[in-house]
Nanobody
Framework: QVQLVESGGGLVQAGGSLRLSCAASGRTFSMAWFRQAPGKEREFVAAVSSSGRSAYEDSVKGRCTISRDNAKNTVYLQMNSLKPDDTAVYYC?????????????????????WGPGTQVTVNT
């Protein structure tokens, strides 16, 4: 069983930046970030394959960059120009096997491992 641990969350002013990290205790394949705001469903933010291909939710395109260091089993989410609407608990997710041909990275059910989450709060 692979453990995921997120870090880097916190309180930031609107327009500011944060860099989230997620360290996996073992090898993983596709990795992703999701977020959940109070009273809302968990939503996809970004994903990156083991080869480095990335995908983003429309509202974060141009503001967020997902990357990974396979040697460290770590995925990052650089978030810039943060808005109050970005306030949420951010969760890291990972697959334990290679992605199939028809793979939807925004579907939370395709991930096998989840971290406990890290809070991001953006003040006006």
């Amino acid at each position: 069983q692979v453990q995921l641990v997120e870090s880097g969350g916190g309180l930031v002013q609107a327009g500011g930046s944060l860099r989230l990290s997620c360290a996996a205790s073992g090898r993983t394949f596709s990795m992703a970030w999701f977020r959940q705001a109070p009273g809302k469903e968990r939503e996809f933010v970004a994903a990156v394959s083991s080869s480095g291909r990335s995908a983003y939710e429309d509202s974060v395109k141009g503001r967020c960059t997902i990357s990974r260091d396979n040697a460290k089993n770590t995925v990052y989410l650089q978030m810039n120009s943060l808005k109050p609407d970005d306030t949420a608990v951010y969760y890291c997710a990972a697959r334990k096997s290679p992605s199939p041909n028809y793979f939807n990275p925004s579907n939370p059910s395709v991930y096998d491992y989840w971290g406990p989450g890290t809070q991001v709060t953006v003040n006006t």
